[in-house]
């Protein structure tokens, strides 16, 4: 497995994995199969359309802002 580390881009660093036969037991893989990819990233900044319904709060950023768990509100 060979790890993939590009600092010119940030803080981007992870592995990359190569397929073997083991990834195909049990199944007869054929070029129009589905892939999963998992990824996992870091968000440091969301941009929000200002015309969107939906109101976008990451639990990092209402930590920061000094709000404590019992003044979330659910949603209607």
């Avoid at 060979?2 to 010119?8: E, F, G, K, Y």
């Avoid at 036969?21 to 929000?48: C, F, N, W």
């Amino acid at each position: 497995m060979d790890t993939l580390d590009d600092s010119s881009k940030g803080n981007m660093r992870g592995r990359l994995k190569e397929e073997t036969a083991l990834d195909y037991e049990g199944t007869v893989p054929h070029q129009d199969d589905p892939m999963l990819l998992s990824i996992v990233y870091k968000v440091e900044r969301v941009l929000i359309d200002q015309e969107s319904l939906a109101n976008v709060l990451y639990w990092t950023t209402f930590q920061k802002l000094g709000l404590l768990e019992l003044d979330l509100e659910e949603c209607p």
